[in-house]
């Protein structure tokens, strides 16, 4: 048996992201429910949120997103032999969307599945995708996040309808002499898996916000805290901290006990709304586009979301 070559270690080579062109602000959404901009802001912080037409679906904008990620690590689609799309907002379930989008790039009989841990998705993808690249298992990975909560929320309900929205972001992984990302942190919280659910296709997104809230303030610094651990960085070496787009209070609470004093905390949601798999790679990939982050820095990035599933890792900006 011939062993395949193993990379020392993975690293991001290039970021991408797509959001739809439409704005919906909170006056807008004022105008159909009871609500207002001070309450919406007050809450979850969310100014505006990019919301995807009928016809755009996770694949078109996964598609776009996976592109600009190719195209800006100038790989060729024939270097890339996997594509792992995370999302949890697919129409149908068959056929996968990773495949179509491989096809649709390019990429010529890739390895090809999806993830579904929800708003975490992304961090467990990117780890599975680095694991691939150390083991010889693949040479380069196309990492995407895509979601079109828009089709998965009621737009009556206050409670869900101001906080979601659609996107995508994408990561091309690939070998390294030198590792630069970090060991994984995950796990999951099953025993308060119904704080977020979907029941089946005739309904729509549930969500136990003080539950998820109580949860994110009080379990997840220590996931954040151990993520830096395991990669022998201190957070005071961080250059950015790009949690999940959940809200804004949750954001600030956990980086407030992380402690990154120099870091740049994302606070995409608040012109992005919640884009769950998303929101990590389309903030950060906004982030380096705005120049508020350098290449070469390390950011923690940290997922978590309904399952309850969480998983964290220090990455080098690419």
Not at 69 to 80: E, I, K, N, T, Y
Not at 138 to 167: C, H, P
Not at 238 to 245: G, K, Y
Request: charged share 20%; net charge negative; with cysteine.
């Amino acid at each position: 048996m011939k062993i395949p070559d193993i990379a020392p270690g993975g690293r991001v080579l290039a970021l991408g992201h797509y959001q739809p062109a439409n704005i919906v602000t909170n006056d807008d959404l004022a105008k159909t429910m009871d609500t207002n901009d001070e309450w919406i802001q007050s809450r979850v912080g969310i100014k505006e949120r990019r919301v995807a037409p009928p016809g755009e679906s996770v694949e078109d904008m996964a598609t776009i997103a996976g592109g600009k990620a190719l195209a800006a690590s100038g790989l060729s689609p024939d270097d890339v032999d996997l594509v792992i799309v995370a999302t949890c907002t697919l129409e149908t379930q068959i056929p996968n969307a990773s495949a179509i989008v491989a096809h649709r790039l390019g990429i010529k009989a890739p390895g090809a599945f999806d993830v579904n841990a929800a708003c975490a998705g992304f961090c467990y993808a990117l780890a599975t995708a680095d694991a691939a690249v150390r083991a010889g298992s693949a040479r380069n990975v196309l990492v995407i996040g895509a979601e079109k909560l828009s089709q998965w929320v009621d737009w009556t309900d206050r409670s869900t309808a101001v906080i979601f929205a659609d996107g995508a972001g994408a990561a091309v992984v690939g070998p390294s002499e030198t590792p630069g990302i970090g060991p994984v942190v995950w796990g999951s919280a099953g025993d308060k898996a119904d704080a977020i659910s979907i029941k089946d296709r005739d309904n729509y997104l549930y969500q136990e916000g003080q539950t998820v809230f109580r949860w994110a303030t009080t379990a997840l610094h220590p996931v954040a805290l151990e993520a830096c651990s395991r990669a022998g960085v201190d957070p005071s070496e961080l250059a950015a901290f790009v949690p999940h787009q959940a809200n804004l209070r949750i954001i600030e609470a956990i980086a407030r006990k992380l402690g990154a004093d120099k870091a740049v905390i994302a606070r995409d949601i608040v012109n992005a709304g919640n884009t769950s798999a998303a929101s990590i790679p389309l903030a950060l990939s906004r982030m380096l586009e705005r120049g508020e982050v350098r290449s070469g820095g390390l950011a923690l990035v940290l997922g978590f979301g309904a399952g309850l599933t969480y998983a964290g890792q220090v990455i080098e900006i690419p």
